[in-house]
């Protein structure tokens, strides 16, 4: 597996992880639906996310669960995994076992205990000492979760401090002024020669600001959504500079990435869209997690149909 780099551009889509009704590892499903998502035409996977319910695995299902989907990429994609935790005696532990199985790097948030930009900084000192000077990771800013404000300044400190840190996952929500000084702040230091290049890659939920994020300088997107073309689809739309149709594909699906993203039932949103899809067998969300009621899934199945009209309209 190709280690992850500061080139990083496309869609790394976070996947779900799933369960059957029991509750227990699907690990069929997981085959499955790292077929689809290279089937979409993801540029990599990032599992053991927030949505991917990594606080309800154990150790050894979160190694399982690497080890399959690693063995089901075969290497054709880069695969990055989350290990964020408490302790640094179980972040290591992680990242050793999974960068052995052939992960390409490893993804870390600041714990909620941090507060001044002090804290921050030597906290992510010490995640370098952690994860030692070959594995690259991802700088996970997401405040929303987990409550640690980190502005551009601190972040540039941290990027200047940390030779392995190859990637920033900007969802900082609303984030498009921050993306814009954070873009332009490593810029500017990567020209004096203080830092050298790192990607950016926004993770707000579902890609819900992607086509004004690109404009501000994101290299793609790392989220996830039941639909992961649409990612694809408006990255590369951007890419090759046809902006107006970026845009007119984030429309078409606008409103059930929307629908998604509500708080407390979106990740129960997302497995049944994709167990409707045939990608999981079950939509089912390990305890304790959301339900959908009866109301929410009418409310689904007309937003699908809606959404397949537009995309007919734009051919």
Known sequence: MKLLDPSATGVYLITVTPFTDSGALDLASTDRMVDFCLDQGVTGLTVLGIMGEAPKLTAEESRVFVKQVLARVAGRVPVVVGVSSPGFAPMRELTESVMALGASGVMVAPPGTVRTDDQITAYFEMVNETLGPHVPWVLQDHPVATGVQMTAPVILRIVRNSPTCVMLKHED????????????????ANERGEVRRVSILTGNGGGLFLPEELSRGADGAMTGFAYPEMMVDVCRAHAVGDVERAHDLFDAYLPLARYEQQQGIGLAVRKHLLAERGVIASAAVRKPGPKLSAADVADIRRLVERQSRRLAELG
């Open 173 to 188: 929500c609303p984030g498009l002024a921050k993306l814009s000084a954070i873009r332009s702040a490593l810029g500017a």
